[in-house]
T-cell receptor, first 109, second 112 residues
């Protein structure tokens, strides 16, 4: 079983819509969680860390559910520039960050 | 402030050859991690270097080796290349103990 699993999508949404997707992790000892954004053929860039109480950064909201071992990302008022692949990541120890395969989001005009 | 720099950006090799990829971490960072990202997949952890030592290794064969230098820069070496080694190789730097990784733009390796 993969350490981190994501729905690959694609999620195809109109501008202004809300889109949400989840990521599950298998290691209950995972301590830190992140969402990274990756544009086509570019490097991943940190979008936001995910805190136990949930956190919001502008139009982006991340939630953590430890009991069910999943994290979520919600994007409100989608922009064309939000089109990207969103990578979920979990850290199980001090050294290794495990990534999912990514969820592709396409925002259409 | 320079971020993480990697070289070369693209390279083509043939099966059986060897390759060396290089990474300079972000200023102030002392830890370097290497990831392999195949097309359509997420980054897979290869190993991490700190204080010139390999601190942890992912599920990669011994053909993959690395090194960290006193100035914190790092190299990834892959011997006896296979077609399946074709991927984007990402270097990520961090401050030891910190959660956040900063990635370089990657080295795209094609093995023919």
């Amino acid at each position: 079983r993969k350490e981190v699993e994501q729905d690959p999508g694609p999620f195809n949404v109109p501008e202004g819509a809300t889109v949400a997707f989840n990521c599950t992790y298998s290691n209950s000892a995972s301590q830190s969680f992140f969402w990274y954004r990756q544009d086509c053929r570019k490097e991943p860039k940190l979008l936001m860390s995910v805190y136990s109480s949930g956190n919001e950064d502008g139009r982006f909201t991340a939630q953590l559910n430890r009991a069910s071992q999943y994290i979520s990302l919600l994007i409100r008022d989608s922009k064309l520039s939000d089109s990207a692949t969103y990578l979920c990541a979990a850290r199980s120890n001090d050294y290794k960050l495990s990534f999912g395969a990514g969820t592709t989001v396409t925002v259409r005009a | 402030d320079a971020g993480v720099t990697q070289s070369p950006t693209h390279l083509i090799k043939t099966r059986g050859q060897q390759v060396t990829l290089r990474c300079s971490p972000k200023s102030g960072h002392d830890t370097v991690s290497w990831y392999q990202q195949a097309l359509g997949q997420g980054p897979q952890f290869i190993f991490q270097y700190y204080e010139e030592e390999e601190r942890q290794r992912g599920n990669f064969p011994d053909r993959f080796s690395g090194h960290q230098f006193p100035n914190y820069s790092s190299e990834l070496n892959v011997n006896a290349l296979l077609l399946g080694d074709s991927a984007l190789y990402l270097c990520a730097s961090s401050i030891s103990g910190a959660n956040v990784l900063t990635f370089g733009a990657g080295s795209r390796l094609t093995v023919l």
